[in-house]
């Protein structure tokens, strides 16, 4: 399985970015995705999941971005997205996508099996 992760780049505060993932390979429509994201300087965190639940799909997000960030998957197409609007500073990091086979764990990063490359996003006030 191959992730590749799209549409970071510099907006300013307050502003918005779509990031998009791409999977090849493998049956996308049984991966949890999620996206995660890290800071110069600080550890890898969680930003957001959508996993299969009930024969439909449940979305997590992270606090610091619950109400402004919005994650989709479009699985005749294979992709995920991220929109992410109201953009702060903080916000600035490389966000990765990644995909999770089998009973996972949302935010917990060691339970995804597959990772993207990430894609830079900054945010300047």
């Known amino acids: 399985v191959q992730l590749q992760a799209s549409g970071g780049g510099s907006v300013q505060a307050g502003g918005s970015l779509r990031l998009s993932c791409a999977a090849s390979g493998g049956t996308f429509r049984n991966f949890a995705m999620g996206w995660f994201r890290q800071a110069p300087g600080k550890e890898r965190e969680f930003v957001a999941a959508i996993i299969s639940w009930l024969g439909g799909y449940s979305t997590y997000y992270a606090a610091s971005v619950k109400g402004r960030f919005t994650i989709s998957r479009d699985n005749a197409k294979n992709t995920v997205a991220l929109q992410m609007n109201s953009l702060k500073p903080e916000d600035t990091a490389v966000y990765y996508c990644?995909?999770?086979?089998?009973?996972?764990?949302?935010?917990?990063?060691?339970?995804?099996?597959?990772w993207g490359q990430g894609t830079l996003v900054t945010v300047s006030s």
């Open positions: 990644a995909a999770g086979v089998g009973r996972i764990i949302a935010s917990r990063a060691d339970d995804y099996n597959y």
